[in-house]
């Protein structure tokens, strides 16, 4: 079997900080700041997180912090979004400084998104998605401030998004996708709330997803994608049920759609590689407990030792 070409895929990733002289300089203008969640994670997952500057991540990333409302945005001078409020806070987390916080005001600016049916808002636009409940919950409890939102009512919209196949959509009554999944499943456990899942019928929706050629996909009579290793699999874990697909045929899925020349992972193989499927990619052989990875937490989407860190500082 290939195996995971980590000098490649470190390589990969810092030279997307060359090709525009700097490491933030990410593809995606737009999303930039979930660009450095994606690359930084990566980074650390092939324990090599020490070779990117961390001042420079630092300043850049608070320099795209909105004083007045307490949010981040996901570039310099665009406006502030739950999406990139998670990923900000995450990359603090992940380079152990979120001492540099307001937490006060980033905990602010996300319970104020919180509408009264429990659900969530994207940002002051209004845009309502179980996705949204998941970056609200996830960030909150990265900075110890659940208490700030009604955390009961956010469950009971989380729920009310539950179809009769056992997944979740974006919005009551929308079709079970495997990202959304992961969305209500991950603020489900974090909020010890699993419960309200029957795992067996859910674990069986989701191990449905691994297609013939190894990979998983996003929903029935989809393709699979090295994008959903991360979103089915992190969900499986979760509800317990990963033993129900099979993992070599996955792992080998995953290491075949390796650009092995020039590093960097795609979405299936011989299609062109990005920095998210690069991290999804290598985040799936985590999960798997691929050897000489360190292992993230299905929940947080960062590496365990990073949650165990701001949950039993020393
Ligand atoms: C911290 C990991 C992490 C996530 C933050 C933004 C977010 C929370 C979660 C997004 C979940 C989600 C909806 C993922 C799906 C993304 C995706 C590949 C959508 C495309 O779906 P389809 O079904 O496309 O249109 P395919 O190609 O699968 O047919
Ligand atoms: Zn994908």
């Known amino acids: 079997m290939e195996e995971l070409k980590v000098d490649k895929h470190i390589q990969y990733i810092l030279s997307i900080e060359k090709e525009k002289d700097s490491f933030m300089a990410l593809t995606m203008e737009h999303l930039r700041m979930n660009g450095a969640y994606w690359g930084l994670t990566t980074l650390d997952i092939l324990q090599n997180i020490a070779t990117v500057d961390q ?36 990359i603090l987390a992940l380079l152990n400084r979120l001492d540099i916080l307001n937490v006060d005001m980033v905990s602010k600016y996300v319970s104020g998104l919180q ?31 659940l208490d700030k939102i009604n955390v009961a009512k956010a469950v009971d919209y ?27 499943v991950g603020a489900l456990s974090i909020t010890g709330s699993l419960h309200h899942i029957d795992k067996d019928l859910l674990g069986w929706w989701l191990c449905e997803r691994q297609c013939s050629d190894g990979g998983l996909c996003g929903r029935p009579e989809k ?43 795609s979405d299936r193989p011989d299609d062109a590689v990005d920095v998210y499927h690069t991290y ?19 929940a947080y989407a960062l590496p365990v030792d990073v949650v165990n860190r701001f949950f039993f500082p020393e």
């Open 55 to 90: 001042n420079e991540v630092i300043s850049w990333i608070m320099s795209c912090w909105d004083e007045e409302s307490g949010g981040f945005a996901g570039n310099v001078g665009h406006d502030p979004h739950l999406l990139y409020t998670l990923s900000a806070v995450q």
């Open 115 to 145: 509408n009264v049916d429990g659900s969530f808002s994207g940002d002051v636009w209004g845009e309502v998605d179980t996705r949204f409940s998941y970056c609200a919950i996830c960030c909150l409890s990265i900075l110890r401030s």
């Open 158 to 184: 989380i729920v009310s998004c539950k179809n009769l196949d056992g997944g979740f959509g974006c919005t009551p009554g929308g079709e079970s996708h495997a990202g959304q999944i992961f969305c209500c």
């Open 223 to 265: 393709l699979s994608d090295v994008c959903y290793s991360w979103w089915v699999l992190s969900s499986l874990i979760m509800i317990d049920r990963v033993h129900w697909i099979d993992k070599n045929k996955l792992t080998k899925f995953i290491l075949n759609c390796q650009d092995c020349e020039n590093g960097g992972i």
């Open 280 to 298: 999804f990619g290598v985040a799936g052989l985590s999960l798997m407990e691929y050897p000489g990875l360190k292992t993230i937490d299905p």
